[in-house]
């Protein structure tokens, strides 16, 4: 059975860090592009960052360049999405996804499975 479980999220003060998590089974990460997404209430589903099936290549949205960092540990079928100095802006509900191609892009389509998120609050 394939799933994907998001874990990290939680109620942090804006500054602060979070440090998401996305178990995957039931199939072979290393096969997939990961990518994660954020929506929040009464926005539509936003790509942050993903991370490519083949070289490892990563992009992050220019909304969190340089704050979050996505990584991948294809033995711990798990990926990641570092988060720091969070805004309150920040605050959505997290999902990450796989798609079964090799390059790394942020578009909604090319994801085909997803989790059920993790919800993140950004605040004081």
């Known amino acids: 059975q394939v799933q994907l479980v998001e874990s990290g999220g939680g109620l942090v003060q804006p500054g602060g860090s979070l440090r998401l998590s996305c178990a995957v089974s039931?199939?072979?990460?290393?096969?997939?592009?990961m990518g994660w997404f954020r929506q929040a209430p009464g926005k539509e589903r936003e790509g942050i960052s993903c991370?490519?099936?083949?070289?490892?290549?990563?992009y992050v949205s220019d909304s969190v360049e340089g704050r979050f960092t996505i990584s991948r540990d294809n033995a711990k079928n798990t990926v990641y999405l570092q988060m720091n100095s969070l805004k309150p802006e920040d605050s959505a509900v997290y999902y990450c996804?796989?798609?079964?191609?090799?390059?790394?892009?942020?578009?909604?389509?090319?994801?085909?499975?997803w989790g059920q998120g993790t919800l993140v609050t950004v605040s004081s």
């Open positions: 991370i490519s099936s083949s070289d490892g290549d990563t």
């Open positions: 039931g199939f072979t990460l290393e096969h997939y592009t």
């Open positions: 996804a796989a798609a079964g191609i090799n390059l790394c892009v942020l578009l909604i389509h090319e994801y085909n499975l």
